[in-house]
């Protein structure tokens, strides 16, 4: 990890509506303006690699939070943004995932769906880096047991196995392997922060 020697503090600003309103002061989080002090790992290519089913979370959470961690100086790789035209898609996913300090993947309900998810969570293990697990409106329980019958993942899960000219049951169960270590990790969910 980079360190400084003088490392400027984020600053807390109170902002409080007029005397005669009973509004509560509310302390808003604002940035220390030098953002290289941020630096985590500067020799990696990113800080965070964001692993999510877009037409599930694209325009709900992820855009959101990629704007949030981009505007404290974190480079933040995300698929439509930083996936160069004319590219190999997995060998460039890949590398971004190799070379990220930080992997959040973010569970949603069709997450399981998607090959370039699973892949994606099963690359996150190979290499050193801080995974955290963001549930979307899902359980940790049906992520890590994908097999059980309230697990939105179970369907997806049957139908990859039953198309064994794709992929074969070896690649699969590392795919439900991945999930499982993933989601012995803390992390967040939504339904425990409300949104």
Same mark, same amino acid.
Request: proline share 7%.
């Given at each position: ?18 005397? +005669? ?38 325009? +709900?959470?992820?855009?959101?939070? $990629?704007?949030?961690? #981009? %505007?404290?100086?974190?480079?933040? $790789? ?21 070379? #990220? ?39 940790? %329980? ?8 309230? #697990? ?14 794709? $992929? ?21 969910? %939504?339904?425990? %922060?409300?949104?």
């Amino acid at each position: 990890m980079a360190s400084t020697s003088n490392t400027s503090t984020p600053q807390y600003l109170e902002e409080s509506a007029p005397s +005669t309103s009973t509004m509560p002061v509310f302390v808003i989080y604002k940035p220390p303006a030098d953002t290289d002090k941020l630096a985590v790992l500067s020799d990696n290519r990113y800080h965070v690699f964001l692993s999510f089913r877009g037409e599930d979370v694209r325009k +709900t959470l992820v855009d959101h939070l $990629y704007e949030a961690l #981009s %505007t404290v100086g974190l480079n933040v $790789y995300k698929d439509d943004d930083k996936l160069e035209k004319g590219e190999e898609i997995w060998p460039s996913l890949e590398r971004a995932i190799e070379s #990220s300090a930080f992997r959040i993947p973010v569970f949603s309900k069709g997450y399981a769906d998607s090959i370039w998810c699973l892949k994606e969570a099963a690359a996150m293990l190979k290499t050193p880096g801080l995974i955290i697990p963001l549930f979307y409106h899902m359980d940790p %329980t049906q992520v890590r047991y994908p097999e059980n019958k309230s #697990s939105p993942y179970r369907q997806p899960f049957l139908k990859h196995y039953s198309h064994s000219d794709r $992929y074969s049951k070896e690649v699969i169960d590392v795919w439900k392997n991945s999930l499982e270590k993933i989601c012995s990790r803390s992390g967040w969910s %939504t339904d425990i %922060t409300q949104g």
